[in-house]
């Protein structure tokens, strides 16, 4: 296993903190357990899905929230409604609770989330704002001003 230090990001570079955080939280999150598997693809060139496998959970037990640019999904079982004891002869299916933590990119927004076959399904979209865009910029020739002044004198 190895650490990185990235104390000296801090001291040299200024305002790539955020940068320094995400490469250290990464750094940390990639030591925890694997558990509950999940896929990560793009749909389209500003568009991804996140499927995470959580198998025996129902759409009342998941909670998906987005906050300051990271995307939790939670998973909290609850106790049987019958209130009867289960007795299980062999248990294969993890119904623990889990947490899942996705750090977004700047504009990146949930779209959708949908649960089918025991897949949760949440779709993204980059979003860029109008002021962010390309956009063309017409070039004048500059020769319909210099006449305008011309006319002006003239007169």
Partial sequence: MRTYDFTPLYRSAVGFDRLAGLLESAARTSQENGW??????????NAYRIEIAVAGFKPDELNIEVKENLLTVTGRKTANDDGSERTFLHRGLAE???????????????KTADLVNGLLSIDLVRELPEALKPRRIEIGSGQALIEGKKGKAAA
């Fill in 36 to 45: 509950p598997p999940y896929n990560i693809e793009t749909t389209g060139e």
């Fill in 96 to 110: 623990r609770d889990f947490e899942r933590r996705f750090q977004l990119a700047d504009y990146v927004v949930v």
